[in-house]
Antibody, heavy 122, light 107 residues
Framework: QLQLQESGPGLVKTSETLSLTCSVSGGSISSTDYSWGWIRQPPGKGLEWIGHININYIGGTYYSLSLRGRVTISVDKSRSQVSLKLNSVTAADTALYFC????????????WGQGTLVTVSS | DIQMTQSPSSVSASVGDRVTITCRASQDIGTWLVWYQQKPGKAPNLLIYLASSLQSGVPSRFSGSGSGTDFTLTISSLQPEDFAVYYCQQAQTFPLTFGGGTKVEIK
């Protein structure tokens, strides 16, 4: 059974870089049918897609327009990990961050990691 | 961006009630519509994909319908474990976008 687990600092200082890792187990990170994505949820609010990556396609990385320029998603196949980096963070980036597998054929995220809360504060 | 608008934002219902949640897209998305259920402190759980396909393991009391711009999630007979927030998501084009959520509360 595929499982995803997010990890990273729970507190990041304003203007610094948020770095999170999603560890994938129980399945292959290299499957051609799937991409790997990040979604966030500010406290008490709705879901926001950050972006996702399909490592089997050149240029197969897609980002939210509102975050483009600050966000990078990458994959380390040898470690079965998906990484998220978001630089120049502000309090508005405080959120619960989820990683999830994205099906290119059905357009849905499943499964999801449990999420990790990141607070941005000076 | 394609805007996804859910209604109502919250609904109060009793166990056994039929509940209907609507999601409207700002442009035609065909059947590229997904529904999730989220409980407090948990990750969203996939219910329906491609507008009407029930995810494996999801109870048959959940159903989805619609195409184009108007979509519906129906819970035919609300159970205690169904009290949660429900989100729609379009997958027609990037950026992927979610609706604002509908909270199903106990009446």
């Amino acid at each position: 059974q595929l499982q995803l687990q997010e990890s990273g600092p729970g507190l990041v200082k304003t203007s610094e870089t948020l770095s999170l890792t999603c560890s994938v187990s129980g399945g292959s990170i290299s499957s051609t049918d799937y991409s790997w994505g990040w979604i966030r949820q500010p406290p008490g609010k709705g879901l926001e897609w950050i972006g996702h990556i399909n490592i089997n396609y050149i240029g197969g990385t897609y980002y939210s327009l509102s975050l483009r320029g600050r966000v990078t998603i990458s994959v380390d196949k040898s470690r079965s990990q998906v990484s998220l980096k978001l630089n120049s963070v502000t309090a508005a980036d405080t959120a619960l961050y989820f990683c999830a597998r994205y099906s290119d054929s059905t357009g849905c995220f499943d499964p999801w990691g449990q999420g990790t809360l990141v607070t941005v504060s000076s | 961006d394609i805007q996804m608008t859910q209604s109502p934002s919250s609904v109060s219902a009793s166990v056994g009630d039929r509940v209907t949640i609507t999601c409207r897209a700002s442009q035609d998305i065909g059947t590229w519509l997904v529904w999730y259920q989220q409980k407090p402190g948990k990750a969203p759980n996939l219910l329906i994909y491609l507008a009407s396909s029930l995810q494996s393991g999801v109870p048959s009391r959940f159903s989805g319908s619609g195409s184009g711009t108007d979509f519906t999630l129906t819970i035919s007979s609300l159970q205690p474990e169904d009290f949660a927030v429900y989100y729609c998501q379009q997958a027609q084009t990037f950026p992927l976008t979610f609706g604002g959520g509908t909270k199903v509360e106990i009446k």
